[in-house]
């Protein structure tokens, strides 16, 4: 994606040969001084947080002692391999990961083939699609925690008492055989449009005379499908699962708002941050942090090798 | 927002003071919310043998419903210079008492306090309405800041400020798990409160003095109890509430063999199963009124790993999807008191709150509910887990004088009594739970007198609390979704004890 | 169309055939538009369901059956609701925050995209590679040193927390972003400027910025929308319900009674759609501007 900026060449060039240089150093010099606020903002919001939560993740820092950080090496490190409560966060997340990841890609995939057929009200569904993704998740996680209640919940009211398909109301958030898939549905839904939205796109920019050619030749739909959508769609299909793989990972605020603190279905993102607020343990939270950002780098690397490979 | 909704008793009063409602109405209303007029017990009792046997029982009023506009009880005559109470309207929720200390306080005119109070709701409405009564009387401007609404992120907030040694906080509501965690930055008040200090209950005082420091003045208590639906239990054939955890299952599951009937959504038995503070105070009562002692003793051993208590929460565990709702795990109070208040529920394990919110016109079982104390299994005590909280000065004030003063006049007598009758906190000193016009508010205050109060391991756990509290709801929380009881327990007692070092 | 494959036989037959033709068409429409009429549903009942939810009073709403009309409709929810201080306050604070954040990040973002696209300097791809980093680490990274740093700054429980670190998501893409519309510009718009004798910085705000506004709007809508629905710094660095924004007054949505406890959802529910409506009015007029911001990075990939 980035290969993209080192195109243009700017506005160069303009006095002559032998201003060039000066012209060029000036440019580079006011270049430089545009970034600068950037560069601020990435260095004080992230780039010295980042160092700071690494060193922090070699301390005992704690809140609530008086007396500052003490340096501990790897114990948070090996205590991190014994944690069963981490490792139990990490089977969830990445089991959220899985789930919702291929749920959204089947039926954005669908939505978006409906959406690019013409039909009346087109245009509205396309806009009604952008609205679940701009509400706030916390939103979201309450309209459907609510939906999802046991007793007065309108799923339990419909699958029990109007259409029978359950004979005895669920409690959806509450059960462990429920609640992931539960919290998963909250995702999918939010999400899928947004999914739905990007692979339309790359649906979009597929030129219409491949299909003609195809038809020409005989192929049928399905055919059209795998052997022309499909393929092209690969690099819209790629981002997406980069995007929606890195969100999924680092998942926190639907988690925290149906579940709080309950550990069956706790990821990782809300162990870190009840380490390090509820506990105050922020030499610990630092050290889950680190981890949870290596496991995200673990997946974006398996994604870019994979990648590659299709490539050649 | 509902929050003028004090209570049906504060409407009955209300309703008696200015005469809309009749005699008659009145009377039948108090009978149905337990007035009488016995000999009052010690509110507590356990809480201490507190040995100022007032005289102001007898006070009457509550019998005949017209009465209720006697509420100047003797009470409030006892605190000094409180000034004249004599017919001062206790119900007014816009109007604090006097502030009686106000010589003292005068001198210290001046002088700017930020107190860290109630964050919403009516609390807060009377804490600002009290921080300007007490301006106007001493000339000490105070700024009311309102704390996180969850006590978890309260105790974040203050964390921060005392470590920083901050003296933006000079005065603040302190829960009653947390005067372990902040002793070494708490002031001293047991000085400064001198004899007064004999007036409130022995244990709220004992869980407020750290290494003989005083740090909090007890303000408003909290415990837990079970109410249950009299109109079912006497339709069903049982002549009161249970007395053990046995028999609380066996009356459950007979009136909800009989109720789903008519409702499917009828249950036995609700409570707070969701993974939060909640359900360690849940938790605790079921462990210790089954001989299953605490989760860690005074003296930091963890006693939680025994039979007892994998028991008792095996047997509880049993009852999610079977007399209690499946959703029961997710539930906290509100969630129980949706079902309880609406007729959908046999029993239910709450704080006194739900009281006068049950009573209300908007609830389903107004007149068709009581409280007792919580089951017991036999041999052991019927207990409930303490809630509530007291008022600190911070170690890093710089008018700590003051700031003294105010907190004296907040956990004053008028000032409880006022807060009790006008908004249904319950008062930590025994003299004014036991004044017939705020019996007359919360009668349960009388019928719950011989519980054994539980405390939360805040003082052997220090201001590692958050994370054995969290541990133990955690593992509860799993015990009720399925998992091995016994097996869980000696996992949490592990974790634990790990975190205890 | 579907007239033309036919074989000519008599006329009668052939136009029998047409209209078999067309009813055919509209038979095999028909799953179709069962599914548009599906994804509908599904996209749009949350959103019903909380609305119903808003005007149902409580003794409806926490009653069974369930109302899929509410018979009573009221507005109490939203009475209430409105005349909360609080939630009104929380209102303020994240238009306050969201505003502020949108404006900041442009403003940087601006100058930055600016130099990366359309200037040539060595490292002009490094800088480029490290914001977009930024948007690769989860706010969970920086959460704990993010803390401490705000704790001692004395930020904490401030609104400028937030606006300060609303920036480490809300700069990226719109440096990102920005910086794929400052290189489409043509580049004989800035030469006649420096042929006229323009300084780099009025060539920018005379000749690029506003060629960019399209841009900016896109860019300023996003930032706004990430800024407002943010969840995980609200909670973390702000404590008391007087620096609550939206999404944390909605997840704190526990009026106090007496006791302390109150989870009303029929106020939620109205709560939920005051937050939501300036959203979805937002993106119902720009959701073009939208669509092309969201799928400018992903398509080009």
Redesign the interface.
Known sequence: MAEQAAVNPGGEGEGGPLRASDLTRSRTRTAWLLLLPTLLVVAVVAAFPLGQTIYLSFTNERLADLQGPEWIGLDNYRRLLEDDDFHNTIWVTVRFTFITIIAEFILGLVVALVVNSQFKGRGLMRTAMLVPWAIPTVVSAQMWAWMYNDIYGVFNDLLNRRLGIIDQNIAWIADPDYALWAVAAVDIWKTTPFVALLLLAGLQVIPEDIYEAARVDGANKLQQFYKITLPLLVPAIVVTLIFRTLDSLRVFDVFYVMFGARRDTMPMAVYAQNTIVAFSRTGYGSAIAVAIFLIIAIFVVIYVTTLRVERS | ???E???EIQRLIDGAVNGNLTRRDVLRRAVVLGLSIPAIAALLAACGDDDDDDDDDDDGGTGAGGDATEMEGDATEEEGGGGDTGDFDFSDVTTPPEVANADTASEYSGASLTYYG???????DLDLAMAQKFTEATGIEIEV??????A???F??Y??LF??QSGDMDIMMVDVIWPG?FAQHLADLSEALGDDAGSFYETIMENNTVDGKLVGIPWFG?FGMLYYRTDLAEQYGYDGPPETWDDLEEMATTIQEGEKAN???FWGFVFQ????EGLTCDGLEWQASAGGGTIVDQDGNVTLDNAEAAAIFEKIQGWVGNIA??????Y????A???FQ?G?AAFMRN????Y??GQGD?SAVAGNFDVAPLPAQSGSDHVGTVGGWQIGVSEYSQNKEAAIEFAKYLTSADVQKWRAIA???VPTRPEVAEDPAVIEAMPFLQSLADVVRVVRPSTPAG?LY??VS?AY???L??IL??SDAEGSVSDMAGDIEFILG | MTATARPQTTEAAAERSQVLDTVMNVIKRIPFYLLVVVIAVYLMFPFYWAFRSSITPDADLFATPVQYFPNNPTLENYRAVLSDDNFIRALGNSAIVAASVTLLALMVGAFASYAIGRFTFRGRTPVLYIVLAMTMFPQIAVLGSLYTLITEAGLYNSLWALIFTYMMFTLPFTVWVLTTFFQQMPKELEEAAYVDGATPFQVFYKVLLPLAAPGLVTTGLLAFIAAWNEFLFALSFTQTPDKFTVTLAIFRFEPQTAGGFEIAWGQIMAATIIITLPLIILTLIFQRRILAGLTAGAVKG
Do not use: H, K
């Open positions: 927002m509902p929050r909704n004090p209570g109630d964050g919403v709701g009516i609390g807060n800041i309102p704390r996180p609404q969850d978890t992120e309260t974040s907030t964390q921060r470590q920083a965690s909290d409702d499917e959504n199963g969701n993974a939060y709702p499946p959703g029961v795990t997710t906290q109070e509100e969630d008191r949706n079902a609406n959908q704080w006194p709150y739900a006068s919110l908007d908004a249904s906190f201001d958050n994370e969290t709801f955690q593992g929380n799993e979704n399925g």
